[in-house]
């Protein structure tokens, strides 16, 4: 069609390059895919040194990446851990910092709250949550509600059933559960949904690995001219254990293992449709877990490698965590850093990656860490960390190498609300040189740990005084 007027036709013009520009501009952005595995250990992986596991996807990733060998969650738990990657702050913070979220429990995270979907979809990302998302399963709680356009997985973890199902089965049964691969179907009841509908009671837990990454792999395709951002938070491998029938090993010393090399494989599949897609140089993988690991589950459970402790303690090895970076052209691969980082840094890190700010409005712990990213031989801006318990409670600070705990005893440790009167264990480790944690440096530096007592407690009285308050539900 002739267009004979000059200035409709000028109009037309601008409006299609500026239609272009947008579209070029938006392609220059990069893309964020966050995977995040529950309860796997920091000896988990075959780049971090495991020698009974194989990890050829995840060894490649590090590859031609960057491998974090000082990388931290500020929780050793599911539902803090997952509070504090998605807000950039403490868990203590936002309200949702002790012990887990249950199927009959009233309370999640606060749309208020601001995510890293929140933010990119504010600067035009396609957003999805595929996996476990454990921070409220109500409908005002669900990922939705927190910036993402789009929901598939189970809402907490994968040994809880939907609420009227009775109670799960014991521990003691781990064994004859992975014997026995149906009793995904017969012995629990723990619910598939996609946005706010369940559609699968229950899930079957053999195939959910493979399709979250089905899943993933579907929305980056009908996404890739836009810039997107995937969290893919893997169910696996938190128990029970379970693997697609074509891979089964019924041997219980391959349970673990077997899972693992599923999930590396499943990364593979991703990594590949990435490449296919010509997505490699504009999108930046990040690989983490949200604890150690649950090494008390014997077989059914992982390693923390060198580290002590394990999943829900203070020691490094429930606190330290894989985690690996990668980006062709933006990360310099094959490259290793041990400076002090935390999944808090996440969201403040993507943002600068992209040249944003964050609002003001909301305070939160996490730093941007994107120059340290994109140059490895820079300082990192991340100087302390806090050590929260399983049941909230501070225990530990760690400031340059040295790391302080107050151990709270025995069964005190088990309760919400602990008297003053009690005397900690004070341990002091110099992490630089003792990552495993065996010598006490405490009667040898009686003023660092007069130090770092002070500063932990300055920092968490900040905190306590500026809690967020969670979503609950009023009836």
């Not at 946005?195 to 899930?203: C, H, K, M, R, S």
């Not at 990360?331 to 993507?350: A, V």
Request: aromatic letters at 8%; charged letters at 25%.
């Amino acid at each position: 069609m002739k267009i004979n007027n000059p200035l409709k036709r000028y109009t037309i013009t601008m409006v299609m390059i500026l239609l272009l520009i947008n579209k070029a501009q938006a392609s220059e952005k990069a893309n964020f895919i966050i995977i995040f595995t529950d309860d796997q250990g920091y000896g988990d992986l075959s780049c971090y040194g495991s020698t009974t596991i194989n990890t050829p996807h995840l060894d490649r990733m590090a590859k031609e990446g960057r491998k974090f060998t000082s990388f931290k969650v500020p929780s050793a738990i599911c539902t803090p851990s997952r509070a504090a990657l998605m807000t950039g702050s403490y868990p203590k913070r936002v309200s949702l910092y002790q012990h887990v979220l249950l199927p009959h429990s009233k309370t999640g995270l606060n749309p208020k709250e601001y995510t890293i979907a929140n933010h990119l979809k504010s600067q035009g990302y396609k957003t999805a949550c595929i996996g476990k998302w454990h921070l409220g399963h109500h409908p005002e709680t669900l990922p939705r509600q927190h910036g993402f356009d789009y929901y598939y997985g189970i809402p907490f973890s994968n040994d809880m059933n939907q609420v009227g199902y009775g109670a799960r089965p014991p521990a003691s049964e781990f064994d004859a559960l992975w014997k026995d691969p149906e009793s995904t179907l017969t012995r629990w009841k723990t619910p598939l949904v996609e946005n706010e509908t369940v559609i699968e009671l229950p899930v079957d837990q053999r195939t959910i690995t493979r399709r979250y990454t089905d899943k993933a792999i579907d929305f980056i395709k009908e996404n890739k001219d836009e810039p997107f951002f995937v969290y893919l938070p893997h169910s696996m491998p938190h128990v029970p254990l379970y693997v697609p029938d074509d891979i089964y090993d019924a041997d219980l010393e391959r349970a673990y293992p077997t899972v693992i090399e599923h999930i590396d494989a499943e990364v593979g599949r991703l990594m590949d449709t990435i490449r296919e897609l010509d997505l490699d140089q504009n999108t930046y993988v990040i690989y983490t877990s949200d604890n150690g690991p649950a090494s008390y589950h014997n077989e059914h459970g992982g390693s923390a490698g060198p580290l002590t402790g394990a999943k829900g303690s203070t020691y490094e090895g429930g606190h330290r965590v894989p985690c690996i970076m990668w980006a062709p052209g933006h990360i310099t691969p094959d490259t290793q850093c041990n400076q002090l980082l935390s999944t808090m840094d996440l969201l403040p890190t993507i943002a600068g990656l992209i040249g944003t700010e964050l609002p003001k409005n909301n305070k939160i712990d996490g730093l941007d860490a994107s120059t340290l990213i994109l140059d490895h031989t820079t300082t990192t801006p991340r100087k302390e960390l806090l050590y929260y318990s399983r049941m909230g409670h501070l225990e530990g600070i760690r400031k340059g190498k040295w790391k302080l705990l107050l151990k709270i005893p025995g069964e005190l440790a088990k309760r919400k609300v602990i008297n003053e009167k009690y005397q900690p264990e004070v341990l002091l480790f110099d992490l630089s040189q003792d990552i495993a944690e065996t010598t006490n440096l405490a009667s040898q530096n009686p003023e660092i740990v007069k130090e770092l007592s002070l500063l932990m407690k300055e920092l968490d009285t900040e905190i306590e005084q500026n809690m967020r308050p969670a979503w609950i539900q009023h009836q």
